[in-house]
T-cell receptor, first 116, second 114 residues
Framework: DSGVTQTPKHLITATGQRVTLRCSPR?????VYWYQQSLDQGLQFLIQYYNGEERAKGNILERFSAQQFPDLHSELNLSSLELGDSALYFC???????????????FGAGTRLSVL | AQSVSQHNHHVILSEAASLELGCNYS??????LFWYVQYPGQHLQLLLK??????LVKGIKGFEAEFIKSKFSFNLRKPSVQWSDTAEYFC????????????FGKGTRLHILP
């Protein structure tokens, strides 16, 4: 158990809908990262939050957004869903001293999103 | 753009065989390097990491990796694999002191025959 909790484990929805994925980081970790894992694209970094603020951005679509709350949990919002958004979405956390890349990231078990 | 290449997408070995998984990255600056493993149905776990110092790093479960700066490589090795090593292995790179973003390779699926 990594200490990172993601809910729900599975999500099935229809095209055009909106969903919210939730992540609780390890106790004491300030940074939260979101990744998308699909068969064709591999593991893609989406976005990072550090202590409530956006820290780094990757290949995140405009239809997707995230935030980190004062209690440090994070939510990833996916809207206007398309078939191609079906993937495994991972959250990771780290102690994350800002700007220091040497932090080990601990991953949650992921949320499997199926868009029908 | 910064990228990570894992040359082998799928590797099949028999138990007790030696393993080497290749990883090359494209960035020329100072980097932090990682190997993560994902066992079937589980989350990614850190196998080992290189931040600085001895370029030969040892990780969990008998794995090691060697950082060769001149070759931009960080290959993963294990002298004798076990059936329980069946998993997907990801090489990852972070550009030091830029941000915490980690770029992952596409992964290598390792299948060990009992």
């Amino acid at each position: 158990d990594s200490g990172v909790t993601q809910t729900p484990k599975h999500l099935i929805t229809a095209t055009g809908q909106r969903v919210t994925l939730r992540c609780s980081p390890r106790s004491g970790d300030l940074s939260v990262y979101w990744y998308q894992q699909s068969l064709d694209q591999g593991l893609q970094f989406l976005i990072q939050y550090y202590n409530g603020e956006e820290r780094a951005k990757g290949n995140i679509l405009e239809r997707f957004s995230a935030q980190q709350f004062p209690d440090l949990h994070s939510e990833l919002n996916l809207s206007s869903l398309e078939l191609g958004d079906s993937a495994l979405y991972f959250c990771a956390s780290s102690a994350g001293r800002q700007g220091f890349g040497g932090n080990i990231q601990y991953f949650g078990a992921g949320t499997r999103l199926s868009v029908l | 753009a910064q990228s990570v290449s894992q040359h082998n997408h799928h590797v099949i070995l028999s138990e007790a065989a030696s393993l080497e998984l290749g990883c090359n990255y494209s960035y020329g600056g100072t980097v932090n390097l990682f190997w993560y493993v994902q066992y079937p149905g589980q989350h990614l776990q850190l196998l080992l990491k290189y931040f600085s110092g001895d370029p030969l790093v040892k990780g969990i479960k008998g794995f090691e990796a060697e950082f060769i700066k001149s070759k931009f490589s960080f290959n993963l090795r294990k002298p004798s694999v076990q059936w329980s090593d069946t998993a997907e292995y990801f090489c990852a790179v972070n550009v030091m002191n830029r941000d915490d973003k980690i770029i992952f390779g596409k992964g290598t699926r390792l299948h060990i025959l009992p």
